[in-house]
């Protein structure tokens, strides 16, 4: 999944280099007459698929020729974006659009340099269709919209439809209860297998999400309602890790190394046969296809499974966003509506498909999207929450994300038989209580 940034990277170090250069930058439309026009810059995430990235480019330089303008655009790795946006912010030479997960739409709408987009969103909608919901719950505080739904990424879980169909199984998991059973028949240490490929390493964001998707479907949560009360310490909060806990240790489904896992370790437990089942994006399926057409034949998706309460699953929002201090507002909202053109925008997000899911509910509907192994990407878009469940997402939720708190916690839990999950969950309360109390 996405990595999560680091903040504070020498900024003052990098405000020179990062602003007042292009990394990897294209500017459109090239010519005598450049100084004469206004010069747009959009900072967008560099993704996997290269056609996409050519796309954009494309785009840009079409968006420039029409309206007469310079677009410079620069595709940038997401783990470089910080620096770059802290500098922009104290020098106040931002972009005029930019990329954002909707984790720093909601830090930096705390700190108050995102312009409301709240008509743009609007305007976008009454020329394209409506977005879905969970999109722009994302990017929503105080009714308001912050930045505009760009592309949704979806976590769904991947099983071995040979291996379920060989252990009596003609189904996925519909509920955490039938993940557990089915994963403790997949485990045959003797070959090599097991049934649940999940892990507890340090830097493991995808144990990160799992485990909140697993805690809100019992009733649970990991922050507050209010933004200020932590919840974490609940019956339910404990139920779902005594959930998890036994995965580990009581039916042993998990590969022995897995308590170390980054965010590979999944993946490679998945392509290597270790594991029968694993959750991740579409970038895995993408992979499989290409590298390992006979596993690609044998691999299912999925939604995750449901617990007491329902369907919970960590949503991954992409936006873009224009700062207050841009030079070029208006132009820039000219140029989000002509980048989310449906025309145009549905063959984009179909050549990164399935990892890039769109923000318009019409285009789930596409072909694309009815592929067997495809359509559990976009179905799950409607049950997708966010850091800070059951209350809006906030900065404070992103901390004790990015701390790996939560990892910390479990990964002691699945280590010493002695700590208990009431223990555990008693001990994160109160880590999580500091952690707002700053």
């Not at 305007?123 to 990017?139: D, L, V």
């Not at 099983?159 to 993940?179: C, I, M, Q, S, V």
């Not at 499974?305 to 030079?327: E, M, R, V, Y």
């Not at 997000?349 to 359509?375: H, M």
Request: aromatic share 12%; glycine share 8%; hydrophobic share 35%.
């Amino acid at each position: 999944m996405n990595r999560w940034i680091k903040k504070g990277a020498a900024v003052s170090l990098l405000a020179a280099l990062a602003v007042g250069c292009s990394t990897g930058g294209e500017t459109a439309n090239q010519g005598a007459d450049n100084k004469t026009k206004p010069t747009l810059t959009f900072w967008m995430k560099k993704q996997l698929f290269e056609d996409q990235n050519k796309l954009v480019q494309e785009r840009a330089k079409q968006f420039g020729t029409e309206h007469n303008v310079n677009v410079n655009i620069e595709l940038i790795a997401y783990e470089d974006f910080y620096p770059k946006w802290s500098a922009a912010i104290e020098s106040r030479t931002v972009p005029d659009i930019s990329f954002f997960g909707y984790q720093e739409i909601g830090q930096f709408y705390a700190k108050g340099v995102l312009e409301d987009t709240t008509d743009l969103v609007k305007s976008i909608e009454s020329k394209n269709g409506e977005m879905q919901a969970s999109m722009k719950k994302a990017i929503t505080f105080q009714g308001k919209q912050y930045a505009i739904p760009f592309w949704t990424e979806s976590q769904v879980l991947y099983y071995r439809k040979d291996l379920l169909k060989n252990a009596g199984f003609d189904a996925p998991p519909k509920t955490w209860d039938e993940f557990r059973k089915m994963a403790k028949a997949l485990t045959d240490p003797g070959k090599g297998v097991y049934g649940a490929g999940m892990g507890y390493g340090k830097g493991n964001s995808d144990a990160e999400f799992l485990t909140r998707g697993i805690i809100w479907s019992y009733g649970g949560s990991l922050d507050t309602k209010d933004g200020k009360t932590v919840i974490a310490n609940s019956p339910e909060t404990i139920e779902a890790t005594k959930v998890i806990r036994d995965i580990f240790m009581t039916d042993k489904s998990t590969p022995p190394s897995a308590i170390g896992w980054d965010d590979s370790g999944n993946n490679k437990a998945y392509l290597s046969g270790q594991a029968a089942m694993v959750f991740n994006v579409g970038s895995l399926l993408s992979t499989i296809k290409k590298d390992n057409p006979e596993l690609y034949e044998k691999t299912g998706i999925a939604p995750y499974p449901a617990g007491p309460k329902g369907t919970f699953i960590p949503g991954i929002s992409n936006n873009l966003g224009i700062f207050k201090d841009s030079q070029n507002k208006e132009l820039a909202k000219q140029f989000v509506e002509y980048m989310l053109a449906t025309d145009w925008y549905k063959t984009w997000i179909e050549k990164g498909a399935p990892l890039t899911g769109p923000v318009y509910t019409k285009l789930t509907s596409e072909p694309v999207w009815q592929d067997e192994r495809n359509k559990a990407f976009v179905d799950s878009v409607k049950g997708f929450y966010f850091l800070g469940y059951p209350g809006e997402y906030n900065p404070k939720a992103g901390e004790v994300f990015n701390l790996r708190i939560v990892n910390d916690t479990f990964q002691k839990l699945l280590l010493e038989p002695s700590y208990t999950p009431e223990t555990a969950i008693k001990d994160l309360q109160t880590k999580i209580e500091e952690i707002y109390k700053k």
